[in-house]
Antibody, heavy 120, light 108 residues
Framework: QVQLVESGGGVVQPGRSLRLSCAAS????????MHWVRQAPGKGLEWVAV????????YYADSVKGRFTISRDNSKNTLYLQINSLRAEDTAVYYCARDRLPYSSSSGDWGQGTLVTVSS | EIVLTQSPATLSLSPGESATLSCGAS???????LAWYQQKPGLAPRLLIYDASRRATGIPDRFSGSGSGTDFTLTISRLEPEDFAVYYCQQYGGSRVTFGPGTKVDIQ
């Protein structure tokens, strides 16, 4: 059974950094691309970033490029999102999602999300 | 970046009726790499359709997807009470994935 568990969210001051983690189990992690998707309170889904199965390719939404870094450790079955220079508009639930394929396509499995609140 | 639009923003229907949701793209979606997701309050999205018309595992056949190029449709025939939710389209034809703003299907 596929399981994705995000952690690392919380209340953070503007300008600070945060690293989110997503622990994966129930499937061969190194065979799948992985995404981060966020959802601001009461708003729609916003794709954030994707990393290919082997970590060789990474792509970002324009809104986060340069501040966010996606990475993965296939030996630990864990996906990460490093967020720097946090802004109020980064406040959202952050979901990790497993791609159906080794690279970037649609996501059939999602975690429960972790809430990041940027506030002084 | 491909921008997706969805219409209508809200669809008010009764159980048993059919729903037709539209998704438009600002440019042609490569290989019709378009998906549809359902999301209920407080829950993660659920994949319904991928590659424009392929149903994901475990999705009832009352959900169907169609379309190509820049115009796509999600049809829900015979709405069940559990189908009232928000629906998002997503394109993954380029290196950057994008979502549409969503259509809320609520009970009339």
């Amino acid at each position: 059974q596929v399981q994705l568990v995000e952690s690392g969210g919380g209340v953070v001051q503007p300008g600070r950094s945060l690293r989110l983690s997503c622990a994966a189990s129930g499937f061969t992690f190194s065979n799948h691309g992985m995404h981060w998707v966020r959802q601001a309170p009461g708003k729609g889904l916003e794709w954030v970033a994707v990393i290919w199965y082997d970590g060789t390719k990474k792509y970002y939404a324009d809104s986060v490029k340069g501040r966010f870094t996606i990475s993965r450790d296939n030996s630990k079955n864990t996906l990460y999102l490093q967020i720097n220079s946090l802004r109020a508009e980064d406040t959202a639930v952050y979901y990790c999602a497993r791609d159906r394929l080794p690279y970037s396509s649609s996501s059939g499995d999602w975690g429960q999300g972790t809430l990041v609140t940027v506030s002084s | 970046e491909i921008v997706l639009t969805q219409s209508p923003a809200t669809l008010s229907l009764s159980p048993g009726e059919s729903a037709t949701l539209s998704c438009g793209a600002s440019q042609s979606v490569i290989s019709n790499y378009l998906a549809w997701y359902q999301q209920k309050p407080g829950l993660a999205p659920r994949l319904l359709i991928y590659d424009a018309s392929r149903r994901a595992t475990g999705i009832p056949d009352r959900f169907s997807g169609s379309g190509s190029g820049t115009d796509f449709t999600l049809t829900i025939s015979r709405l069940e009470p559990e189908d009232f939710a928000v629906y998002y389209c997503q394109q993954y034809g380029g290196s950057r994935v994008t979502f549409g703003p969503g259509t809320k299907v609520d009970i009339q």
